[in-house]
Nanobody, 124 residues
């Protein structure tokens, strides 16, 4: 099993920044990629960004390109999501996910493991 623990959420004003972290533990051998998804109240969970375990490949949703950056620290088994120029519509619960398939997929069904989520609130 793999455990994923997110942190770094909180309240920020529009235009501000937050950095989310996702620490992976357990049987991380074999994890090929990790991703961030988000879900706002009344909406479906949506893909935000993904990164291969090596960090060489990334994938972003169009609505975060140029504002969010996904990265990872292999030594710490941690993935980060740097979020800049936040907008009220970015407010959601952000979830970390991991997959053994090797794809930086936008599909939630590809991911085998999920964290509990961290709340991001953006005030206008």
């Amino acid at each position: 099993q793999v455990q994923l623990v997110e942190s770094g959420g909180g309240l920020v004003q529009a235009g501000g920044s937050l950095r989310l972290s996702c620490a992976a533990s357990g049987r991380t051998f074999g994890i090929k990629a990790m991703a961030w998804f988000r879900q706002a109240p009344g909406k479906e969970r949506e893909f935000v960004a993904a990164i291969s375990w090596t960090g060489y490949n990334t994938n972003y949703a169009d609505f975060v390109k140029g504002r969010f950056t996904i990265s990872r620290d292999n030594a710490l088994n941690t993935v980060y999501l740097q979020m800049n120029s936040l907008k009220p519509e970015d407010a959601a619960v952000y979830y970390c996910a991991a997959t053994r398939t090797g794809l930086t997929s936008i599909s939630s069904g590809v991911y085998d493991y999920w964290g509990q989520g961290t709340q991001v609130t953006v005030s206008s």
